[in-house]
């Protein structure tokens, strides 16, 4: 069936360095949400890619959709401690229901 | 931003029991949704919900019930809980269109014993 990959399932990084994550489907998706989960938080709604190719920026966080919007990546620039939590993307399948990733835990080292 | 409601916060009951957990939003969604979350780890549809007398199964939902008499009112129902039950669950809503995020609620910790 339909399954939404992500990778990795951790990142530690120092804070200040970068951050990516990757989502990766099997067939093609309408959409793309991102969601954003702290610790103990529940998931939070970040943003949503539409178009084939789409870029979207939000302050030091970049969303990027496919051209054969199959695949999506969200990257952090100079993470800070804020940053940490997990970041799901959710996928919408062709009968309208969400397809989630497994989520990347970001931890910033000591 | 508690537009959506889940109670209770934590639970903790013994094996064999019927509980059922509370969720209550009042942004007027349409859709509702119940997740199961082991800590830090993917979200396991367990049902949803179009709308007043609509209820549909996820991936997730053998051993439970759900049911939607109004709109902004989306309890779930383990008739028996077991120790395989022990973890977090979400209640989510959104608009109908295709485009609308979900918004999640603060979710209830559960653990059987």
């Known amino acids: 069936g339909q399954q939404v990959m992500q990778i990795p399932q951790y990142q530690h990084v120092q804070e200040g360095e970068d951050f990516t994550t990757y989502c990766n489907s099997s067939?093609?998706?309408?959409?793309i949400q991102w969601y954003k989960q702290r610790p103990g938080g529940h998931p939070v709604f970040l943003i949503q890619l539409v178009k084939s190719g789409e870029v979207k920026k939000q302050k030091r966080l970049t969303f990027q959709f496919g051209e054969a919007k199959k695949n999506s990546s969200l990257h952090i620039t100079a993470t800070q401690t804020t940053d940490v939590g997990t970041y799901f993307c959710?996928?919408?399948?062709?009968?309208?229901?969400?397809?989630w990733g497994a989520g990347t835990k970001l931890i910033i080292k000591p | 931003e508690a537009d959506i409601y889940q109670t209770p916060r934590y639970l903790v009951i013994g094996t064999g029991k019927k509980i059922t957990l509370e969720c209550s939003q009042t942004m007027g969604h349409d859709k509702m949704y119940w997740y199961q979350q082991d800590p830090g780890m993917e979200l396991h549809l367990i049902h949803y919900s179009y709308g007043v007398n609509s209820t549909e199964k996820g991936d997730l939902s053998s051993e439970s019930t759900v049911s939607r008499i109004r709109t902004e009112h989306f309890p779930l129902t383990l008739e028996s809980a077991r120790p395989s039950h022990t973890s977090q669950y979400l209640c989510?809503?959104?608009?109908?269109?295709?485009?609308?995020?979900?918004?999640f609620g603060n979710g209830t910790r559960l653990t059987v014993t």
């Open positions: 067939t093609t998706l309408s959409n």
């Open positions: 959710a996928g919408l399948r062709s009968n309208y229901q969400l397809i």
């Open positions: 989510a809503s959104s608009y109908t269109g295709v485009n609308s995020p979900l918004h």
